[in-house]
C-alpha cells in the first residue's frame, strides 16, 4: 500500500511538472528572475485611457464602471505581492501601472456624475484611500506595508460592492452576461491576491477562508454564464474553454498551504481572464 501510495504521489506531482512547462513554453517571459522593490515609478499627470473624460448619469454605463473598479483594486493588490516576491514582474508592474491610472479615471467619473450626498462621501473616501495606497506601493516592501495595501485592497472592494447596489436600484435585477462575466473576473482576482499574500506570510485563518470561498463563487459563477443564451457558437466555444480551463486550475488554487505552484497560479488566471474577455468581445449585443 505503501509503494501504491508513493506512486501515486509521484504521477501527481508529474503531471502538475509537465503542465507547469507546458504553460511556461506557451506563455512564459524569458526571464523569470525579478529586481527587489520600490514597485512603480509613473507620472501622475498621464492618464492611459480617455475615461476622465467621460461624464454621465446613465446608471447602467456607471455601474460597469464601478464594476470595473472592483476588479482594479484587486488587481493593483495581487501585482503587488507578485512584485515584491520576484515573480513575473514586469508582467505585474505594467497591469498595476495601468490598473492604478483606470482607478484614478473611474473614481473621477463616479464622483462627477452620481450626486447622493452619502454616495458622494463614500466616494471621496474611497479616492482618498486610493491615494494613500498609492504613496505605500512607491515604498519599499515591509511586511506592514503589505498589511495595508491588503487592507486598502478590500476597503476598495466593500466600499465599490457599496455603490453598485446603490446604482442596481435603478437597474433590471437580471444579471446580463456582463454582469456575470465581470462578477468571475473579480473572483478570479481575488482568488490570485489571497494566494500570493498567503505564500508571502499572510497565512491567516482569514486569507484561507476567503481564498476558499472564491473557489466556490467561481465554481457557481460558471453555472451562471452558461445559463445564458450564448450570441454565437465562437463565444460558446469560449465558455466551454473556460469551464475545461477552471477545472484543471482550481486543483492548483486548492493547493494554497503548499505553496508550490505561484507561477501558475499567476499564469493559469491570466489565461481564464482572456477567456472572460473573449466572451464579452464576442458578445454582439455588448
Not at 509537465?18 to 520600490?38: G, K
Not at 505605500?136 to 460592492?161: C, F, R, W
Request: net charge negative; with cysteine.
Amino acid at each position: 500500500m505503501l509503494i501504491i501510495s508513493l506512486v501515486n504521489s509521484l504521477s501527481v506531482r508529474l503531471m502538475q511538472v509537465c503542465f507547469f512547462l507546458i504553460l511556461s513554453v506557451c506563455f512564459f517571459p524569458e526571464s523569470l528572475t525579478a529586481e527587489p522593490l520600490p514597485l512603480i515609478t509613473m507620472d501622475e499627470e498621464k492618464n492611459s485611457t480617455s475615461l476622465i473624460r467621460l461624464k454621465t448619469d446613465d446608471g447602467s454605463v456607471l455601474l460597469k464602471y464601478a464594476k470595473k473598479l472592483q476588479v482594479q483594486s484587486q488587481i493593483i493588490a495581487k501585482d503587488y505581492f507578485y512584485i515584491s516576491q520576484g515573480l513575473r514582474e514586469d508582467k505585474a508592474r505594467v497591469e498595476i501601472e495601468e490598473s492604478i491610472k483606470d482607478t484614478d479615471n473611474i473614481l473621477s467619473i463616479l464622483i462627477n456624475s452620481i450626486k447622493n450626498p452619502e454616495m458622494q462621501n463614500l466616494l471621496q473616501y474611497l479616492r482618498d484611500i486610493h491615494m494613500e495606497s498609492k504613496g505605500v506601493l512607491k515604498e519599499n516592501y515591509s511586511k506592514e506595508n503589505a498589511s495595508l495595501v491588503i487592507d486598502y485592497s478590500e476597503t476598495l472592494y466593500e466600499g465599490t460592492q457599496s455603490i453598485i447596489e446603490y446604482l442596481m436600484k435603478d437597474t433590471k435585477n437580471m444579471s446580463s452576461l456582463y454582469d456575470d462575466v465581470m462578477q468571475q473576473k473579480l473572483i478570479l482576482q481575488r482568488i490570485s491576491k489571497f494566494y500570493i499574500a498567503y505564500q508571502a506570510g499572510f497565512n491567516d485563518e482569514t486569507i484561507f477562508r476567503k481564498l476558499e470561498e472564491s473557489v466556490r463563487n467561481f465554481e457557481k459563477g460558471l453555472k451562471s454564464i452558461n445559463s445564458h443564451e450564448f450570441a454565437n457558437d465562437e463565444q460558446e466555444f469560449a465558455s466551454v474553454r473556460l469551464a475545461r480551463y477552471w477545472s484543471i486550475s482550481k486543483k492548483f488554487y486548492e493547493g494554497m498551504e503548499k505553496g508550490e505552484l505561484t507561477l501558475i497560479v499567476f499564469v493559469s488566471t491570466d489565461h481564464m481572464m482572456s477567456y472572460l474577455d473573449n466572451i464579452l468581445k464576442l458578445e454582439v449585443k455588448y
